[in-house]
């Protein structure tokens, strides 16, 4: 049983990490950069619900709301202030300049909201589901991850795949100058993309937050990371590798967790990276990408 | 004749970066003996130098290489933690201070060198964005790890424990000597700002001849052009490998100064944390990156600025964040860099000596 409970809870772990490595390889396969800033994205919506829910009193789906809405707007100017300027430059300059985001957004927060651990107010009512007399127990936060983790992936996939902006954006990540002479806006494609990352990074904000209710300036840096990891396990540039690769790689985590060490959990999350960096560097799905000269 | 001249060129200026420091270390000795330099200034001094060498060392990785490295912190952490050790095991074994600081210098840099060499192997084959989060991880993983750590010695040898220090199961005349996340306390404070000063020169010997060594040729062909590079028989991994652990050997040293400047050690996200390594990254940038002489310079301003200005220390870490920012949007914006141009001085006085304006890429 105990197997079945750290798998469960891997699995919805594991969904947050998707949720959130989908910001990543969208922006990766369309900017071909890295936003560092995108886990600090995560942060920043914790806080807006926190805020609103729990400061102001108002109800948990209005924070969740004013928090989708206030990550995309931060999202969309993040990229057209820090972003946009640099299309041209070299990736160590982008790359900096990210990290200038992520640093600033962290201290931003750690001015106003101060460094102390904040206790986050779950905003799932869902009750706890016991299974076979109560040896498997789940709790509802576990549920509402895994329920709207589904309910997002279905959705973005069929958005990118059946509407006119999802296929502009696959255009635009293939070949930005034949999508630009098809008539397709490339600027606001890769707004939209930056839009709809930081919109799933509210969502997996609000479903980390409450599950692991602490919320401090850093939060969001460490499941940052780690759905990079995810996102490069899947393939990096691939959404349904980033949707595999964050699944297994919470399970993994949760497992290591439970059978090896809570401790070293992070360390060998970074080990599965540096395999699969040894082993096959472009991670489950993704393409081989040949550099032409 | 043309060859000629820009092999004075680099003589030149690094003739004036060890000019450079040869002043600054003369006017602090004099400083020092006539008693002109305040308390604060004075503990300063250490400081100043592993700074310096962290900054040196990370612009081999950053404008060299042209790859990002995050953990520089934690490679610095490792030379801390090995050196401090070392030397709180031998305190009594090896009676001579110059012997023992030594060996610990050497064991420091030397294990932090091997830890660049593992993370490098599999990491520098792939492009840089790679290198940038593995590092960082690298960094928070040996912070948190170095904090569970308990490690004890007594007559059966070493014990090494991650849960506790009962777990160590020493007898009575075990001598603890990592305590988890109270660190390494009675490490000699070896470190003075002559060994500093002396390393910091080593840093900047080794970092220049490098850089301009067949060696450097290399990396800064693979930076440019990693596939011209590459066809032209250049193996790659092998030559970012050498600079990279080159530069994690530096940061070893650096922590191992940085151990022995105080008398307990403990790791925390302020010192060996992610703000370390973009506390050195900002250095780097701000000196201009690629330059030795700048990221010397760049570290002394901003490791001795908010000693003076105490006021900003709230917001030190955001004007970093934003310092990084600006100054890559200015350097990549093309207004901007035609303007710098049009009214640099350099580039005037020799475009009317040589009567042309072919030289104007030289600078940019």
Same mark, same amino acid.
């Given at each position: 049983?105990?197997?079945? /409970? ?26 071909? *950069?890295?936003? @560092? ?19 102001? +009193? ?13 990550? &995309? ?16 430059? /070299? ?29 986050? &107010?779950?905003?799932? &009512? ?13 709790? +509802? ?7 709207? /983790? ?31 002479? *098809? ?34 300036? &850093? ?8 759905? @990079?990891?995810?996102?490069? @396990? ?8 980033? *949707? ?17 060490? /809570? ?6 999350? @970074? ?11 472009? +991670? ?10 | ?49 592993? =700074? ?28 801390? =933690? ?10 009594? #074994? ?49 912070? %948190?790890?170095? $904090?569970?750590? =308990? ?21 009575? $005349? ?83 100064? =940085? #151990? ?10 302020? %010192? ?74 350099? %580039? ?5 000596? $040589? ?10």
């Amino acid at each position: 049983m105990d197997f079945l /409970s750290y798998l469960v809870s891997g699995i919805s772990l594991g969904s947050v990490y998707a949720l959130i490595a989908l910001g990543y390889t969208m922006v990766y396969g369309i900017a071909k *950069m890295l936003n @560092f800033a995108h886990g600090d994205v995560i942060m920043l919506g914790a806080f807006v619900i926190y805020t609103i829910s729990t400061t102001l +009193g108002l109800p948990a789906i209005v924070g969740v709301l004013a928090s989708i809405v206030i990550c &995309t707007i931060f999202g969309i100017v993040i990229e057209k202030v820090a972003y946009k300027p640099l299309r041209k430059a /070299s990736s160590l300059a982008v790359l900096i300049t990210a990290i200038g985001v992520s640093y600033l957004l962290q201290n931003a927060a750690l001015l106003i909201f101060g460094s102390d651990t904040k206790s986050f &107010t779950s905003v799932v &009512t869902l009750p706890t589901l016991k299974l076979f007399d109560g040896q498997l127990i789940i709790s +509802g936060e576990t549920i509402a991850t895994i329920l709207v /983790s589904v309910v997002i992936m279905v959705a973005l996939t069929l958005f990118i795949n059946k509407t006119k902006p999802g296929k502009a954006m696959l255009a635009v990540s293939e070949d930005k100058g034949a999508a630009q002479l *098809m008539g397709i806006n490339v600027n606001r494609t890769i707004s939209l993309t930056f839009a709809i990352g930081s919109a799933l990074a509210a969502v997996a904000g609000a479903l980390l937050c409450s599950a692991y209710p602490a919320l401090s300036p &850093t939060t969001g840096a460490m499941p940052g990371i780690k759905a @990079f990891t995810a996102a490069v @396990f899947g393939g990096i540039g691939s959404i349904p590798g980033a *949707m595999i690769g964050g699944i297994l790689l919470g399970v993994i985590e949760n497992l290591s967790k439970g059978y090896i060490s /809570s401790q070293l959990s992070d360390a060998i999350v @970074f080990v599965v990276l540096i395999i699969v960096l040894l082993v096959k560097p472009t +991670g489950i799905l993704g393409k081989k990408i040949r550099e032409k000269v | 004749m043309k060859k000629k001249r820009a092999l004075k060129q680099t003589t030149k200026s690094n003739l004036i970066t060890y000019a450079m420091l040869a002043g600054a270390f003369v006017l602090v000795e004099i400083l020092l003996s006539t008693g002109n330099i305040s308390y604060m200034f004075k503990g300063l001094l250490v400081p100043l130098c592993y =700074y310096s060498i962290l900054a040196v060392s990370l612009n081999l990785v950053v404008g060299i290489l042209g790859d990002l490295s995050l953990g520089h912190a934690g490679f610095m952490c490792v030379g801390a =933690y090995v050196s401090a050790s070392f030397s709180v095991m031998f305190q009594d #074994a090896i009676p001579q201070d110059w012997l023992r600081f030594l060996i610990a210098l050497l064991l420091g840099g030397l294990v932090a060198g091997l830890f660049g060499l593992l993370i490098g192997i599999p990491v520098l084959r792939l492009n840089g964005d790679y290198l940038a989060i593995v590092t960082l991880a690298f960094g928070e993983i040996i912070k %948190n790890i170095v $904090n569970l750590l =308990y490690v004890g010695i007594d007559e059966n040898g070493l014990h090494v424990s991650m849960e506790s220090s009962a777990a160590l199961n020493m007898t009575e $005349n075990g001598r603890m000597i990592i305590k988890g996340a109270l660190g390494i306390t009675g490490t000699p404070n070896d470190s003075t700002f002559l060994i500093g000063f002396v390393l910091l020169l080593i840093t900047v010997f080794v970092s220049l001849n490098l850089i301009n060594s067949r060696t450097g040729r290399a990396v800064m062909s693979i930076r440019d052009n990693r596939i011209a590079a590459e066809s032209i028989g250049i193996n790659i991994t092998h030559y970012k490998l050498i600079v990279f652990a080159v530069s994690a050997f530096f940061a070893g040293i650096a922590g191992v100064l =940085y #151990a022995h400047n105080l008398s307990s050690l403990t790791a925390t996200t302020k %010192n060996f944390g992610y703000n370390m390594s973009i506390m050195i990254l900002v250095f780097v940038v701000l000196g201009g990156i690629g330059s030795t002489r700048g990221s010397i310079i760049a570290a002394v301003i901003l490791t001795a600025l908010p000693e003076v200005l105490r006021e900003l220390n709230d917001y030190r870490m955001l004007i970093y964040a934003v310092v990084l920012i600006l100054l890559m949007l200015a350097n990549n914006n093309e207004k901007l860099n035609h303007f710098k141009e049009k009214i640099s001085i350099s %580039n005037f006085l020799r475009n009317r000596k $040589n009567g042309n304006t072919l030289d104007k890429e030289a600078n940019s």
